[in-house]
């Protein structure tokens, strides 16, 4: 399968400050998305984005898919407490039937907010 | 309530004693998909349902079956668990993928088994 490569692997940073994560891949995909897990739960859909070059926001959250389209990035600005979580790129590389539900996962960010 | 619901959420079992882990999902959705979570791994794709009678493999198919006999429901089946299937599993549905509109997958809460 193909190999998602998101980093840092875990960030620890004070309330206020903005965070930055990125996503790399050997192949070329069509979608990214970016989703959230909390503790004792499962993932949650943040950002999809569909074109190489794109940026999306939702709330304090920025996505940019990478005009190579093999990498993607989010940032979150003004940390607060609740942004505690596991935070995971995706990627979907299929174009049709069948392989569209094939959705490829980074190995998470794991982020700490400190008060 | 819109919902991915899968049962049990917890299961410790032994070595060669088959199980199934129940997926229901009730918003009509096209695609579904199983998931496992490792520690430092991430989530890695089990199996793929785009409809009913419909299933492709994804990374890590090999000790599993999946069937989709009805468009709601889709489960996992360990023919014969090892202890090396001890995981976090999650089930996922999605309406649809297309090129350009995406919904991404809506995940379950998860189902932690263990096999000693």
């Known amino acids: 399968g193909q190999q998602l490569n998101q980093s840092p692997q875990s960030m620890f940073i004070q309330e206020g400050e903005d965070v930055s994560m990125n996503c790399t891949s050997s192949s070329i995909f069509n979608t990214w998305l970016w989703y959230k897990q909390d503790p004792g739960e499962g993932p949650v859909l943040l950002i999809a984005?569909?074109?190489?070059?794109e940026l999306t926001s939702n709330g304090r959250l920025t996505a940019q898919f990478g005009i190579t389209r093999k990498d993607s990035f989010l940032n979150i600005s003004a940390s607060i407490p609740s942004d505690v979580g596991i935070y995971f790129c995706?990627?979907?590389?299929?174009?049709?039937?069948?392989?569209?539900?094939?959705?490829?996962f980074g190995r998470g960010t794991q982020l700490t907010v400190w008060p | 309530e819109a919902q991915v619901t899968q049962n049990p959420r917890y299961l410790i079992t032994v070595t060669g004693k088959k199980l199934t882990v129940t997926c229901s999902q009730n918003m009509n959705h096209e695609y579904m998909s199983w998931y496992r979570q490792d520690p430092g791994l991430g989530l890695r794709q089990i199996y793929y349902s785009m409809n009913v009678e419909v299933t492709d493999k994804g990374d890590v198919p090999e000790g599993y079956k999946v069937s989709r006999k009805e468009k709601r429901n889709f489960p996992l089946i360990l023919e014969s668990p090892s202890p090396n299937q001890t995981s976090l599993y999650f089930c996922a549905s999605s309406l649809y993928f297309r090129q350009g509109a995406n919904y991404g997958y809506t995940f379950g809460s998860g189902t932690r088994l263990t096999v000693v």
């Open positions: 995706a990627g979907q590389s299929g174009d049709r039937g069948s392989t569209l539900g094939r959705l490829y």
């Open positions: 984005l569909y074109k190489a070059g």
